[in-house]
């Protein structure tokens, strides 16, 4: 099997990570994302996605993406 630095190149291999972490993170439900982490990177979620993700923690997707929070107008 090839790695994903043969498959894209070095520089689009981040890439690819970065946004399958996004997507995996986006929507957990969805394991096409979790997968394609599992199968080129044995799972391991870009690490400096999830930091810039950490912040947007705090959105409620319940409630249609209104920050917990936030204060009622």
């Given at each position: 099997?090839?790695g994903p630095e043969e498959v894209?190149?070095a520089l689009d291999a981040v890439?690819?990570?970065?946004?399958?972490?996004?997507?995996?993170?986006?929507?957990?439900?969805?394991?096409?994302?979790?997968?394609a982490l599992d199968r080129w990177?044995?799972?391991?979620?870009?690490?400096?996605?999830?930091?810039?993700?950490?912040?947007?923690?705090?959105?409620?997707?319940?409630?249609?993406?209104?920050?917990?929070?936030?204060?009622?107008?």
């Open positions: 099997m090839s894209f190149g890439k690819v990570r970065s946004s399958l972490t996004l997507f995996a993170e986006a929507d957990p439900e969805q394991a096409l994302f979790s997968a990177y044995k799972g391991a979620r870009d690490p400096r996605t999830l930091n810039i993700l950490v912040p947007a923690t705090t959105i409620d997707r319940a409630d249609n993406g209104a920050r917990a929070d936030a204060r009622p107008e």
